[in-house]
């Protein structure tokens, strides 16, 4: 009897043992949240202001860093560009380009993005994502760049375009 109890004591030890490793585990979690929006610009026709109207050979880089990939296209009508969560301004260059790739070094404008940022939990596979508030532009646009037209100020998803520039 007392062996029966000794395995029953022992088998039930392993169990809970067993059972305490399974439960303490935990889980990998895997990100479908929305994180850090980005800052959407559509371009348009300055002389037709309800019109889309693409930009030839855009090029497009913050100071002091190279030229994003992902824009430098030959023609694009709406781009998204991430802004620096840990300043309260980005500075941006937007460079267009004669379509047989001559090089015009005055077709290049300077837009400074400014804005708070507020960093909200999303989850905890997520962690935080940052929104932009307040968001204003002011631009250096004596080239190709004629009027910019900022849409929603508050930065919090990427569905609508923030930000209308017109050529």
């Avoid at 088998?11 to 990998?28: A, K, V, Y």
């Avoid at 980005?90 to 940022?117: P, Q, R, W």
Wanted: proline share 3%; net charge negative.
């Amino acid at each position: 009897m007392t062996l029966l109890i000794t395995i029953m004591k022992k088998n039930l030890s392993i169990f809970i043992l067993g059972l305490l490793l399974l439960t303490s585990c935990e889980r990998d979690d895997i990100c479908i949240e929305p994180t850090t929006p980005k800052l959407i610009i559509r371009f348009y026709d300055a002389n037709n202001p309800t019109n889309l109207k693409d930009v030839k050979l855009l090029s497009v880089w913050a100071t002091g860093k190279d030229t994003l990939v992902n824009y430098n296209s030959l023609t694009t009508d709406s781009i998204a560009i991430p802004l620096a969560v840990n300043a309260t301004f980005t500075e941006y260059h937007f460079k267009s380009n004669t379509i047989d790739g001559s090089i015009v070094n005055n077709m290049i404008d300077a837009l400074t993005i400014n804005y708070t940022t507020e960093d909200i939990f999303v989850s905890r596979s997520c962690g935080y994502k940052t929104i932009f508030n307040n968001t204003t532009v002011t631009a250096n646009t004596n080239n190709w760049i004629q009027s910019i037209n900022v849409l929603n100020p508050n930065i919090n998803n990427e569905i609508l375009a923030h930000v209308k520039i017109y050529h």
